[in-house]
């Protein structure tokens, strides 16, 4: 019993991590221009495609870095080139960013048809077994939960400690007050379009190297990003930490007391009772703007 | 482009033999497919013809979404005036045309979907209306769970593995597989030690993982089609769990499975119908994967090196339409259908994937592909196959196909 | 680092500053010219058909709204042309590729789905991604009564109870969400089809993924089939424009437009928006019911998947949200440019190109395609209306 509190611990935190990273960015976007990105989902795919691709001629190492810049130059174009000429129409921004993702999956036919695209970040196991733990976790969960607390924690000091990131901090507290006090408000944008297709990228990676990438694989991030973000409120970065643990958590709870086809059930019952009865979220509050 | 060329000048009347193709065109599956009915067209045509005929291919893409299937059949029957339908991949394409081709008397072969049902619940049941169905392989879902039971007593033979973690999707295809493996490896005094249908909508194999392990099985026998194993074998692989995975893994098959996961295929094994090429099942099976890779081996798209599964099923059709044309003397096929039944059960023919006959109408699988059984009873026309290299495989399963012993994973030996 | 991609954002809005001139340029100098000539033509006929759409405003107007009199024309002539499409479609139809019938018959089917989005999300502004779920449990209901019931059971008894059915789903899922502010009201109607596709994929006693075969189409005759569909489509879209340039309709867009004030007024929104949603569920189970008859099998992916919702979604962009009419024409030239038009591309290129479509039309025509033509068709002759 002990040892399969400690294995659903273990698992728990190493797949809540992902989640996490998985959100992020979704929400710092909601928080800030108040835009729902659907097309978030599309962007970690395209993570894990680049990644896949990349990494077949290079290193990892260096594809790492290369696909976090293709990606966050991906979610900044969509920015200039689509979402800042229809954002003050909320409706339309959402269409359009669906849009987009559906779009994105043809794409991905085309180019690499339906079968999945394996890659490797790194290789390996530990054995915890002797440790009294039933599992055996993959090198490259560790470094997902490495680089899930170092995004993490990046984006805390980027956003708190320099004058750029409070300027991001500013515009999703009031748009208007951070106008007055002298905020490019779209260059902030752009920053964070930016900012959070670097983490969307890095999931991607995280994802595509743990089950491979298919071209329907943005489905699940989004619709968890979604749910995270309602359950640690909207545009709260640290609402969206604590969430992703949540859900994860609930997800890993469900696999190992109820059953594997079960997983997810109950995070979605979660979700429709803080809907329900917290739409404000944990740490939010409540979707309005001006 | 050279098909869509083509379908407007042979489309129409009883003056040419129209073949349409229907198969998922983004799945290597559906693209091994089109090339070997291509294949099978060409050998034919200059080999003098269906009953001297020349013939024509369609390949309509179905985009694994019935309404999508079903407008391309409609396409096929009332503009193009096809004489023979042959293909389809997922069950729920195949059984959104039955009706439509059982309507118009088109005769239909199927060649990727191994479902039962397709066949007990339309020619099983209403025959008159279905006739013109036939299964060409694989064999169905209930004589496979026989074959992969019979497997996994070989396994036992050989390894003196009798614990065994049953997994499989949790998608309907897999219930005839829950409702009889647990009876079969009973009979077969295996014990099943663990067992669960895992969400296809995405799993997190870690948990997985575990639980197998802790169940002390000897190995996984798992039935994935919608899930891709992928990461089940990367953590197999890595953690050097003690336990072979084993069954029938349909992303598996891809010719280039292996190398795209870096290797962490190798040791699991599928059940697929061609044994992918491997093996020679018949004395036909190794000239036909040669004639296949010399023309593909340049190509862009996988498959390159041998057709999967469905691609030696429809290369077989072809050939089997063939004989049946051939004595019933006549290509017009929809105004002749019960001759034309008549002469396909009579029809007797080595394909590449095996030997083929079909069911008759008072069986209990009207017009399905009859499964091979040698004198013991044991099903031999469903091998298993083993990755043992980034690109080898070797057929482990049933005798009379092995190229080569089933090998316990490196870190088991 | 940050800044030198802020420097190449510069140089690309520049880029796309002077592309946006281009079109201004290409608007001035081409297409209001050639606007301009189509008014000068189409002027006299506007005003040679007046008196029939006069008489038409005075008796019928207040109910379905006023037209000028080519606007007037040119719904006469769509309408007669659906109505003689078993007659003309065959001819064309080569033309285009072939089975220019189903396409149609399958398009009427999915204007009655867009039709049905629009009288809510539309109107509403409340945007459902989960419509799928509506038809779904139509064509669901319709082949579990046809399973577990009785085989011979008459469409009319398999169609009302589905059509009920419908708005119980629909209800279910409104009841506790439309209190909810928009996204997240989307969320949960995403979160909804998500779920349904999983019930029905996991579950053999819902048909798994092949679905049920048993349910028969209503014909294999094309041009009956079409004529089955068609009818039902035009009654439904009569009914909902009836009800959309109602008092109703006015409620709703004030909904969309402010919600705040709607309260104000001393009405209750959700009410509304209740009302709204039942009025969606009615036709989509009608709808459902068609697509049973037109393929004969239910199953998650022709019946339930979120891209179905999607697609529905998309077509309201492309003829124009919150005008029922334009999501008619939406459907038809969506379904004849993907199976006709660009009949010859592979699917997902097809796909492609039909999604940059709907981009184009959300980024540069806000209001749809045939909104658009409507409003102009109506202006020929100046702001004289």
Known sequence: ?290 | ?413 | MISTILLLGTVCSTVTGRLGRVAGTLRRQVLWPVGRTLERLLAPIDRVLDPVADGYNRSLGPYFGEMSGLQFGVIAVSVAGLLTAGYWAPMVGPLLGGGLLRTLALASIWAIFAMSWDIQSGYTGYISFGHSALSGAAGYTTALLIVHVDPTLSIWVTGSVSVLAALVVGLLIALPTLRLEGPYFSLITFVAVLLFYRLTTAFSSLGGIPGFGQPDVFTWDPMLRYYYMAIPMLLIALALTFMARSNLGMILIAIRENEPAVSAAGLNPTKFKLWSFMLSSVPMGIGGVLLVGFTGNVDPSTFVVVDNSIEMIAIAVIGGMSSILGPLGGAFLFEVLNHQVLHGYSTPVRYLFLWLIVLFVLVFARDGLFRAIWHRLGAVRGESE
């Open chain 2, 1 to 413: 482009m050279a098909t869509t060329f083509a379908g407007c000048l042979g489309g129409g009347g009883s003056d040419g033999l129209t073949i349409g193709h229907l198969a998922p065109m983004s799945n290597p599956l559906g693209i091994g497919s089109k090339r070997t009915v291509d294949m099978a067209v060409e050998e034919l045509n200059d080999d003098g013809g269906f009953n001297g005929e020349q013939a024509t291919v369609i390949t309509k893409d179905t985009r694994t979404d019935p309404s999508e299937a079903q407008s391309v059949t409609e396409e096929l029957i009332q503009q193009e005036d096809v004489d023979l339908l042959i293909g389809t991949f997922n069950s729920e394409t195949t059984q959104s045309i039955l009706d439509l081709t059982a309507e118009f008397d088109v005769p239909f072969m199927i060649t990727g979907s191994a479902a039962p049902s397709l066949v007990t619940d339309y020619a099983g049941s209403d025959y008159d209306t279905y006739k013109n169905v036939f299964r060409i392989g694989p064999i169905n879902s209930d004589f496979q769970a026989e074959s992969i039971a019979d497997y996994c007593a070989y396994l036992n033979d050989q390894h003196d593995w009798d614990r065994v973690a049953f997994l499989r999707d949790q998608a309907e295809w897999t219930e005839p597989f829950g409702e009889q493996i647990p009876g079969l490896l009973s009979e077969r005094d295996l014990e099943i030690v663990y067992q669960d249908a895992l969400s296809i909508e995405g799993t997190d194999f870690g948990p997985v993982m575990s639980d197998v392990n802790e169940s002390d099985a000897d190995f996984v026998l798992r039935f994935f089609a919608h899930i891709d194993g992928g990461d089940m074998l990367t953590r197999w692989h890595e953690g050097q769990y003690d336990f072979g995975i084993e069954g029938v893994h349909v992303s598996g098959m891809l010719p280039s499975y292996n190398e795209l996961y870096d290797g962490a295929a190798t040791y699991e094994t599928t059940a697929q119908s061609g044994a992918a090429g491997v093996t020679s099942i018949t004395e036909r099976t190794q000239p036909f994967v040669e004639a296949y890779s010399s023309r593909y081996q340049d190509a862009d798209e996988a498959p390159i090196r041998a057709p999967m599964y469905m691609g030696f099923n429809t290369y077989d059709g072809i050939h089997v339409f063939k004989e049946a044309i051939d004595s019933l003397e006549t290509t017009d096929t929809r105004n002749n259908l019960d001759d034309f039944v008549g002469e396909m059960l009579d029809v007797d023919v080595t394909g590449v994937a095996g030997q083929l006959r079909f069911y008759g109408p008072d069986s209990d699988y009207p017009h399905d592909v009859r499964e091979e059984r040698r004198a013991d009873g044991t099903i031999t026309n469903y091998p298993v196959t083993q990755w043992v290299g980034p690109e080898e495989s070797e057929c482990v399963y049933p005798d009379e196909h092995r190229t080569a012993d089933h090998q316990l994973p490196s870190w088991m030996q």
């Open chain 1, 1 to 290: 019993m002990l040892g399969d509190i400690a294995t659903l611990v273990l698992q728990g935190t190493m797949i809540s991590a992902v989640y996490a990273l998985i959100a992020i960015g979704f929400t710092m976007i909601f928080g800030v221009g108040g835009t729902l990105n659907l097309a978030h989902g599309a962007l970690i795919m395209s993570g894990a495609y680049v990644f896949g691709v990349l990494a077949q001629g290079a290193h990892p190492a260096v594809a790492f870095p290369i696909t976090i810049l293709v990606v966050a130059l991906l979610s900044w174009g969509l920015y200039q080139i689509l979402v800042r000429w229809v954002e003050e129409n909320v409706v339309i921004t959402f269409l359009a960013t669906v849009i987009v993702a559906v779009a994105a999956t043809e794409v991905i036919l085309i180019r690499f048809g339906s079968s999945p695209l394996g890659m490797t970040l790194v290789s390996g196991a530990v054995n915890l077994e002797p440790y009294g733990i039933n599992a055996r976790p993959r090198i490259v969960q560790f470094v997902g939960f490495v680089i899930s607390w170092v995004a993490i924690g990046l984006l805390w000091y980027y956003i708190t400690k320099t004058d750029d990131g409070r300027s991001i901090l500013a515009a999703s507290m009031s748009e208007r007050g951070a106008q007055l006090t002298g905020v490019d408000l779209h260059s902030v944008r752009s920053k964070t379009w930016l900012i959070a297709g670097a983490l969307a990228g890095a999931a991607g990676i995280i994802l595509g190297s743990t089950g491979g990438a298919t071209p329907l694989m943005w489905l699940n991030p989004l619709a968890l990003a979604f749910m995270i973000v309602v359950i640690g409120g909207i545009g709260s970065i640290k609402g969206s930490v604590v969430a992703a643990y949540v859900i994860g958590f609930l997800e890993q709870f469900t696999v190992t007391f109820v059953g594997h086809g079960f997983r997810g059930i109950l995070s979605l019952v979660v979700l429709v009772v803080f809907l329900l009865f917290m739409p404000q979220g944990l740490y939010g509050r409540e979707f309005a703007h001006d």
